[in-house]
């Protein structure tokens, strides 16, 4: 097969595809989602309460549920198969499978051949969550690698720990202590360029707070990741406080379907050796698909925070143009809104699946 002449054909166009999971690939926030169907929700609120870090509350209530309410391995597997999916991301996945992504050997030796499309999830669900939704729904195939908390089964319950641990803390002060999604995506980049593969441009799926940091990453290109905006010491490092401030606001609105910001990281990190971002963040052509609210209409954390970059939203800057012009001032700042998942589909459709097209807007 000539794999590296197909390879070497594709390496100027090569798409990232990278997707949040809870709200963004999935409708809906997988862990709560799993603890109203066994009906812990009891335990939830009292660890919510009482401050418990996002992962341990996680792990403590999947542990309550199974001695306490005799909740098992079924009933959460019960409750994953039926968490809303759409099938219009389904489809889109499977249709990108079909092109070749999917293939798990990072090093590009999948089964396929090559694809034009990689795709990966980052998330801070878990891993059995994620994975046994994406087997449910007939899509794990097309997901090149999943990036998300570790989880297991040990006598019965699921056990989940925190992806980053505290002896090896990120020092990303937008993200919580256990996950910065920035770092993760910045690693995989590393490793996948000295593996040999790399991107022209990534596409970025999101809602929350955690997924500011990444979106930052491939939009600037710094103020994130591992690094520290002080260090890099570009514009972004004031609009991302400013977004700061403003996302505090937002989770008093966004909270009840959002992910919580948990413990800000310990301290900033040094930042003094933060290295060059890999190819492509920081590129033109990436774009993030935020999504702008939820189906209850309340507004997402990440569109809050990516609209408050440049000192002004851009649907108050569209003054007489309305939506179209809005739109158009979102794209050209490599920020698309979506609020349904099978209006996502249909952008992310274009977009990956014809090239390097423009994305049409919402209103075309
Ligand atoms: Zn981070």
């Not at 660890?47 to 909740?71: F, I, N």
């Not at 079924?74 to 219009?88: E, I, K, N, R, T």
């Not at 403003?246 to 900033?268: I, N, Q």
């Not at 209409?297 to 609209?307: A, D, E, I, K, Q």
Request: proline share 5%; net charge negative.
């Amino acid at each position: 097969m000539a794999a590296s002449q197909d390879a070497s054909l594709q390496a100027q166009g090569r798409t990232l595809l990278v997707f949040d999971f809870d709200w963004s690939l999935a409708e809906e926030n997988s862990d709560t989602w799993v603890l109203q169907q066994l009906g812990a929700e009891e335990f939830y609120k009292a660890g919510r309460a009482a401050g418990t870090p996002w992962t341990k509350l996680m792990d403590q209530c999947l542990q309550e549920a199974a001695s306490k309410l005799g909740r098992t391995r079924d009933d959460v597997g019960a409750a994953l198969h039926a968490m809303p999916f759409d099938a219009s991301l389904a489809s889109l996945l499977r249709a990108l499978e079909r092109r070749g992504a999917g293939g798990k050997d990072s090093s590009g030796g999948s089964s396929t051949g090559s694809p034009d499309v990689d795709v990966i999830v980052l998330s801070d669900a878990n891993t059995v969550y994620i994975d046994t939704i994406l087997e449910h729904h007939g899509v794990a195939g097309a997901v090149m690698e999943v990036f998300t908390n570790p989880a297991e089964w040990r006598d019965g319950v699921l056990r989940v720990a925190p992806y980053h641990t505290d002896t090896a803390p990120h020092g990303c002060h937008h993200c919580p202590s256990n996950l910065c999604k920035g770092q993760v995506l910045r690693s995989f980049l590393q490793r996948q360029a000295a593996a040999g593969r790399s991107y022209a441009r990534a596409l970025y799926v999101g809602d929350g707070r955690g997924d500011y940091c990444p979106s930052v990453l491939l939009l600037h290109g710094s103020g994130s990741g591992g690094g520290t905006p002080a260090a890099t010491a570009t514009p972004t490092a004031e609009a991302a406080a400013a977004a700061a401030a403003v996302a505090a606001a937002a989770a008093e609105t966004a909270e009840a379907a959002d992910k919580p910001a948990t413990t800000a990281a310990s301290g900033g990190g040094s930042g003094a050796h933060a290295p060059a971002p890999p190819a492509p963040c920081g590129g033109g052509s990436n774009v993030v698909f935020v999504r702008e609210e939820y189906p209850d209409g309340s507004p997402c954390s990440l569109w809050v925070m990516l609209r408050t970059e440049g000192g002004s939203s851009a649907r108050d800057a569209s003054g007489g143009n309305g939506r179209d012009g809005a739109a158009l001032q979102r794209r050209r700042r490599g920020v698309v809104g979506w609020a349904r998942p099978e209006q996502l589909a249909a952008l992310l459709r274009q977009e990956s699946l014809q090239g390097n097209q423009p994305v049409r807007d919402e209103a075309a």
